[in-house]
């Protein structure tokens, strides 16, 4: 606080702003206007789709294994480093990661850069925050239908359509996706009769549920924040802030 002041001497005002503090005024405004710019391109850019017109897997040389507790790994012989995705189908911002880096992973599966694991998970959450209370649910539970009788091209089809931003529901909307939008989806991608039965029927729901529970304390036991959960080789990187993540490998 200013003190007042004693003095008899007459005092003359003077003024508050000189000329340099409106210009230093006019450069501070300048300044945070370049930062929320460049903060807003860097976010529009930040939705861009890395090596975007690839596509999903393509080389038929690339093999789908399902591991213990559900775990699909699309790998060719021998690839590494191993990236651990966990993700649930309701979460956007898995949406965003498949977006952004789903074509670019899938030319590293091709090249046999990397191998690939898909831990698919249900938040209770996020399972509650769907329209029908459990599209998480079903979602995991087709796509293990799919993993179960199909290939590596056509999952990875599927699983970037599942995550893509025209199919994926959104949170707390008013509707989700119904078993048969899911079996259209795997038919789309190329699966056969067997895939899209498993999906209307649930006969995957029981053991997709025990295999979302262990993938949830997979992602725990590994450290990550939430979904997405991302590990290379059993580390976890930050896969929605660090946009050369899957560059940087190999």
């Given amino acids: 606080m200013s003190q007042k002041r004693t003095s008899s001497a007459k005092y003359t005002p003077q003024p508050t702003s000189s000329t340099s503090t409106y210009v230093l005024a006019a450069v501070a405004v300048l300044v945070v206007a370049v930062v929320v710019v460049v903060a807003v391109m860097w976010q529009r850019g930040s939705d861009t789709p890395r090596n975007d017109g690839y596509g999903t897997v393509k080389n038929a040389n690339v093999e789908l294994t399902v591991l213990p507790d559900g775990v699909v790994q699309l790998a060719t012989a021998n690839a590494a480093p191993v990236v651990d995705l966990f993700e649930d189908p309701m979460c956007p911002f898995c949406g965003d990661l498949e977006v952004k880096h789903g074509q670019e992973l899938a030319q590293k599966i091709d090249d046999g850069a990397v191998a690939v694991r898909y831990h698919l998970v249900v938040l209770p959450q996020l399972d509650a925050s769907s329209a029908s209370g459990s599209y998480s649910s079903r979602a995991?539970?087709?796509?293990?239908?799919?993993?179960?009788?199909?290939?590596?091209?056509?999952?990875?089809?599927?699983?970037?359509?599942?995550?893509?931003?025209?199919?994926?529901?959104?949170?707390?909307?008013?509707?989700?996706?119904?078993?048969?939008?899911?079996?259209?989806?795997?038919?789309?991608?190329?699966?056969?009769?067997?895939?899209?039965?498993?999906?209307?029927?649930?006969?995957?729901?029981?053991?997709?549920?025990?295999?979302?529970?262990?993938?949830?304390?997979?992602?725990?036991a590994a450290g990550a924040a939430g979904t997405p959960g991302v590990l290379v080789d059993g580390q976890v990187v930050d896969a929605l802030r660090d946009s050369s993540w899957i560059e940087s490998i190999g």
């Fill in 140 to 220: 995991v539970a087709a796509s293990h239908c799919v993993a179960a009788s199909e290939d590596a091209i056509v999952y990875s089809a599927f699983h970037a359509g599942l995550f893509g931003a025209e199919f994926q529901p959104e949170e707390n909307g008013d509707s989700d996706r119904t078993d048969t939008e899911l079996a259209d989806l795997a038919q789309k991608s190329g699966a056969g009769e067997a895939s899209t039965q498993c999906i209307l029927s649930g006969a995957m729901t029981d053991v997709a549920a025990a295999d979302a529970a262990s993938a949830r304390e997979a992602l725990s």
